[in-house]
């Protein structure tokens, strides 16, 4: 039998309600996964062992009174750092949130919290949010599973490696720019970024308000359906929650592609992707038409001003929002060397916030400000109108487009900490979908040279279904996201052991 | 288009960044080069495009005048690097 750590949360769903094992096994069979592979992987920030155990067996018991557990009660789960926990520390992986201790819990955790999942602790990531690697965290960088000398991703990265390794049967991140996706396509993970406004923000620390949204990680389509069954609802406390009826997303899962129109956006084909990457997208396409799909061309011909257009949006929001780490109310406060608040603000912000946090608030302040706003932060609102109608368009001919997650397969720590710009090319396929709003999901695609490539699949506003459906579909034929990473051993304590 | 260093000044002070001379000299390098990628923009034809500041069609949201439960000082003073009582404790604002 295989280690109860490599379960899928469907099979371990059976197997709790069964009886065939209990929470607490599940819960200590991931922590002890956490104890034998953190040192090597490093995905959390802060592991809550004695709280999860205490959840397992509070569920353990209300199984045998009887009465009925919620639909992930015992399923041991990781957040990302940048989900408002009560009373656990949430660090966003920077200094300025080091000891912050939310006195609530984002409305996604009081979801999972009462569907009865388990919260195995905090994962890593880039500082804020901000970062394509998980090496812009002022704590530590994460490694990616499949390869330690290579960056799992980012911002989630933490989270995408922690569901890789059998850390955690599930996780969540949050997805800014690709963000969710791009990690999970570095780290052989599913990962989906929802429509805006589908699942509450409530409790997300902000970066950029309006593209920011929180999606699931999942070693399988299935397991990424019953997450979003849990985490997708209207919340009043987000006034951007969309009022809507949430379906059940397992019930899309019917397996049937069969006429499903697919289009393959030319412009994600373009020099920069790895000849490796084209081809397994190109495979994955010929999966689907084996499947019944129907595939064609389609332009989105304002791709190339995606970046562009999300390096002044997504700053200008981030120097709005990070406006309220002044050192009074919480986080960070550095009062010695100030001679007034001004100057403690300042001296506590650049104290607090790493490199690549203090050049985002810089870039964003910089086009927000008198004589540089309608060329930069007008002029990207309109170009985001232009990406918009580029998917619209696209939408009303197919059901879903197909391409790469990102150009790249996981890339070597430091190789792209010295040059800002490359590293934000990363989130090229990502970004226009956080510009437009709609959903997307990164499956396991294959494999070039031993490392993980990531297929995008991108939907309409409010798709979800039709893309858990057509990923569901390819995993049903497919199995390259039931491969798991072999961890070289660890290396040799200097420690010697009694 | 390159920014000088007197611009990343005024915007380091609007942004209250108290960066040392090492990191306005980088940022004033770093913010060069993303600019110049940045303004690929300038190239896309906006003429008759409106801008999207939110993808939703964003409406005020009411809710009842009613109370409800919510967190009591202690919990939200629990954060605070300073205080006094019941207020957060800063140094002073305006001069005597």
Known sequence: MADLWQ????????????????????????????????????????????????????????????????????????????LCTKDVRTTCSSRMLEHFVPPYDATVVSRLRAAGAISLGKTNMDEFAMGSSTENSAFFPTRNPWDLDRVPGGSSGGSAASVAVGEAMGALGSDTGGSVRQPGALTNTVALKPTYG????????????????????????????????????????????????????????????????????????????????????????????????????????????????????????????????????????????????????????????????????????????????????????????????????????????????????????????????????????TIPVNLAGNCAISIPGGFSEGLPVGVQLIGPSFGEEVLL????????VTDYHTRWPELPPQKRAAKSRK | MSIDRKTVDHVAMLARLALTDDERERTQEQLSAILEHINVIAEADTSRVPATAHILPVENVMTADQSRPSCSPDELLANAPAREGEYFRVRAVLEE
Request: with cysteine; charged share 25%; net charge negative.
């Open chain 1, 7 to 82: 379960l899928s949360i469907s099979e371990a769903l059976e197997k709790l309600s069964s009886g065939d094992i209990s929470a607490v096994e599940l819960t200590r069979a991931h922590l002890d996964r956490i104890e034998a592979v953190e040192g090597r992987v490093r995905s959390f920030v802060t592991v809550t062992d004695q709280d999860a155990l205490r959840e397992a067996e509070q569920v353990d018991r209300m199984r045998r009174a009887g009465e009925t557990p919620g639909p992930l009660a015992g399923i041991p789960l990781a957040l990302k750092d940048v």
């Open chain 1, 198 to 429: 589908r699942v509450s923000r409530y409790g997300l620390i902000a970066f950029a308000s309006s593209l920011d949204q929180i999606g699931p990680f999942a070693r399988s389509a299935r397991d990424a359906a019953l997450l979003m069954n849990v985490i997708a609802a209207y919340d009043p406390l987000d006034s951007t929650s969309v009022n809507r009826p949430t379906p059940d997303y397992l019930a899309a899962l019917t397996g049937e592609v069969k006429g499903m129109r697919i289009g393959v956006p030319k412009e994600y084909f373009v020099e920069g992707v790895e000849p490796g990457v084209k081809k397994a997208v190109e495979d994955a396409i010929q999966t689907f038409v084996s499947l019944g799909a129907e595939i064609g061309e389609v332009s989105l011909p304002h791709t190339r001003y995606g970046v562009a257009a999300y390096y002044i949006i997504a700053p200008a929001e981030c120097s709005a929002n990070l406006a309220r780490y002044d050192g009074v109310k919480y986080g960070l406060s550095v009062r010695d060397g100030a001679q007034d608040l001004v100057e403690t603000t300042a001296i506590t912000r650049a104290t607090g916030f790493g490199a690549e946090v203090k050049r985002r608030i810089m870039l964003g302040t910089y086009a927000l400000s008198a004589g540089y706003y309608d060329a930069y932060y007008l002029k990207a609102e309109k170009v985001r109108t232009l990406i918009k109608r580029d998917f619209d368009e696209a939408f009303e001919k197919y059901d879903l487009l197909m391409g790469p997650t990102s150009p790249t397969v996981a890339f070597k720590l430091n190789e792209k900490m010295s040059d800002p710009y490359a590293m934000y090319l990363n989130d090229v396929f």
């Open chain 1, 469 to 476: 459906r057509a990923a569901d579909a390819f995993q049903r």
